[in-house]
């Protein structure tokens, strides 16, 4: 239900660097009797009526990156209080900061920035055909839950879409995790990004959980930034997939 999701990769925030359990069984596979266009159609439909419960949630998340080369490491944490409001859109806090200001900066700060910007018009990077070609990969489980597997391609060289492979929850039809790369190379000075995203199901409703985004830098090192979303509180009703797909 996030623009996927409200995040940027590390590749588009780094050009002012660059430049300066299961005990149970897994359930099986579901089977393939959906096609792609039919799994996007319900996921829109599903991730529209969870929008709409949504009211209000609030999180801390914690932000760390760090960059390697040339013979020296830099690395910054901060630690940033997100309210997410249905009418007012999200507000971010930064509660404290650490290491680097460069990384702080130039990385950190300018990803909050950009997520901002993406949450103020969240269809130019939603997850649909308005954006993206679709095709069935296949199914798995993700954490003991059925998933469908689909291959996403970009309409359009934009830096806030990507290619790759989402992971599509069988029953709740929301995108559980992502394995990509970004749509367009924001800078020359960024040679290869790689993309790791997961959703944790709160309440009925899918929400980031972690992000991983690995770059290698052309003149030299790499860069990793990790985001761990917290725990949510979450105001808006408790939804089930049963209670969704019955509206």
């Not at 930064?94 to 990803?111: A, Y």
């Not at 105001?235 to 019955?246: K, P, R, Y």
Request: glycine share 6%.
């Amino acid at each position: 239900m996030s623009c996927l999701p409200r995040w940027m990769p590390i590749a588009a925030i780094l050009l002012g660097l660059a430049g300066a359990l299961g005990a149970e069984s897994p359930s099986p596979p579901p089977a393939l009797t959906l096609t792609a266009a039919q799994i996007v159609q319900e996921m829109e439909h599903r991730n529209e009526l969870r929008l709409e419960e949504l009211r209000r949630y609030t999180a801390r998340r914690h932000y760390e990156v760090s960059y390697k080369g040339f013979g020296a490491r830099l690395d910054a944490k901060m630690e940033v209080e997100v309210v997410y409001d249905a009418l007012s859109g999200k507000t971010f806090r930064i509660v404290s900061q650490s290491g680097s200001k460069l990384l702080t900066d130039k990385v950190l700060k300018r990803l909050i920035e950009a997520e901002k910007a993406a949450s103020a018009d969240p269809s130019s990077c939603a997850l649909a055909p308005s954006n993206y070609n679709f095709s069935l990969a296949g199914a798995e489980p993700v954490d003991g839950r059925p998933a469908y597997v689909l291959n996403v391609e970009p309409l359009t060289e934009n830096k806030l879409l990507y290619r790759g492979r989402v992971w599509v929850d069988a029953a709740d039809f929301a995108v559980v995790k992502v394995d990509a790369r970004p749509a367009r190379n924001p800078s020359a000075w960024i040679g290869n990004t790689r993309i790791y995203h997961t959703y944790a199901r709160t309440g009925g409703f899918w929400l980031p959980q972690e992000n991983r985004s690995e770059s290698k830098i052309r003149i030299g090192g790499a860069a990793v930034l990790t985001i761990d979303y917290g725990a949510y509180q979450i105001q808006g009703d408790t939804l089930s997939a049963a209670a969704l797909s019955a509206r």
